[in-house]
């Protein structure tokens, strides 16, 4: 409970979140969520001003785990397996929560902390990138905004392809990131 906040805020917060988990974060509306949780739609906007806000809420555990996972993959000396970890790893994360694709992918965000979450993941998919065309892995035109949008779409496939195929769609991208034969 933050200093000055109320016990039956930190109560109706923590229904709201609750409520909202059940939900699919692509279809999430806020009175929906307040008739789920059992508060009012003005409850619901105090602590939540928009979807985003409250889908930023719901994946603020993800994006810490991506955070050590980032970390990691900097950590490992071996740029193509530091490259394979955060592409298959990250993958795993975003398939595990729906609404993590769209608070990575947003132009803005609700929350200061997770606007600086997201530039740390950044730089570090920047350096894990750069080292990976240095050491000629991968092919010379890959920036980190390009494997991230790639790692989405294979998410997508996966989603509507079926969990079965996920390993053919990881390793046809990984394969396709490899620079051209000479």
Request: hydrophobic share 45%; with cysteine.
């Amino acid at each position: 409970m933050s200093p000055g906040q109320r016990a039956d805020a930190v109560r109706s917060r923590a229904r709201i979140l609750d409520a909202a988990r059940g939900c699919d974060p692509d279809g999430l509306r806020l009175n929906e969520v307040a008739r789920i949780a059992g508060v009012g739609v003005g409850t619901v906007y105090r602590h939540f001003a928009t979807v985003h806000a409250l889908v930023e809420a719901l994946v603020s555990d993800d994006l810490e785990r991506y955070r050590e996972l980032a970390r990691r993959a900097v950590a490992e000396p071996d740029p193509a397996v530091a490259l394979e970890l955060l592409v298959r790893e990250g993958l795993s994360l975003q398939l595990e929560d729906g609404g993590l694709q769209s608070v990575l992918l947003a132009s803005q965000d609700a929350d200061a902390a997770v606007a600086g979450l997201k530039r740390e993941l950044e730089d570090a998919a920047e350096l894990v990138v750069a080292r990976a065309r240095g050491a000629g892995v991968v092919r010379r035109d890959l920036t980190a905004s390009r494997l991230q949008h790639l790692v989405c779409g294979v998410e997508h496939a996966v989603r509507i392809g079926g969990a079965g195929e996920r390993e053919f769609f990881v390793s046809a991208m990984l394969a396709g990131l490899r620079p051209p034969a000479p």
